[in-house]
């Protein structure tokens, strides 16, 4: 399935009696990324979930080109990737066993390739074969987000990707992004440091108390 565009339309979403995104309306295009700011249960997590499928909104719409959500099914999902607070990486693995399986998870045919290329723009190379738990946080971040785009998704969703890490690791994922936007991806991330997407993002939008600010 392929998508260039992604639209929230009017999209509430209520948790019992809280109303964690009151009507929505938001916009990306692909080559582009956006940066959703907001205090701590603003709902930009929230609004990742859904754009991840991992949330149905109480009401609205999500489209994706022009594809409405829940009738995207597997097909939908295979071209989303996301980087959330859990890096789901294996410990034990090394980085190569890590995108290795998740390369095979979506049955990648050229996964090898892939595996290698990973590697390489996680700037591993020399420690591939290491297990991850050995990794400092930006390398374990660099490699999440290779996990997350291994199959070379339309959308990519990241949560506070810049939480933790040195001013290295910053610039280094910076840089992955901005190659990420050239290959026509639609990136949303959320984050409070608005230092670390200077020049990086090309709109920001504010969320406050569940409704996107004026």
């Excluded at 190569?96 to 998870?105: I, K, S, T, V």
């Excluded at 280094?172 to 997407?197: F, K, N, W, Y």
């Amino acid at each position: 399935m392929e998508f260039t565009s992604l639209h929230f339309i009017d999209v509430s979403r209520t948790f019992g009696r809280r109303r964690a995104l009151n009507r929505v309306s938001l916009s990306a295009e692909a080559g582009t990324i956006t940066a959703l700011l907001g205090h701590n249960g603003a709902g930009k997590s929230t609004l990742l979930s859904i754009a991840a499928t991992l949330l149905q909104p109480t009401s609205g719409e999500v489209r994706y080109g022009d594809h409405v959500g829940p009738n995207g099914g597997v097909a939908l999902r295979a071209r989303i990737g996301m980087l959330g607070h859990d890096l789901y990486l294996y410990p034990e693995l090394s980085a190569a066993e890590n995108l290795r399986f998740f390369a095979e998870l979506y049955a990648l045919p050229d996964a090898e390739r892939r595996v290698t290329r990973g590697v390489e723009r996680a700037g591993l190379s020399g420690r591939d074969g290491d297990p991850v738990a050995g990794y400092s946080r930006g390398m374990r971040q660099r490699l999440a987000l290779e996990r997350a785009l291994i199959h070379d998704p339309r959308l990519l969703l990241l949560d506070e990707p810049f939480t933790g890490l040195d001013e290295a690791a910053r610039d280094a994922l910076r840089e992955r992004l901005r190659a990420v936007r050239a290959d026509g991806t639609i990136v949303i991330l959320t984050t409070h440091d608005i230092a670390a997407i200077e020049n990086l993002v090309d709109r920001r939008v504010t969320l406050v108390d569940g409704r996107l600010a004026a």
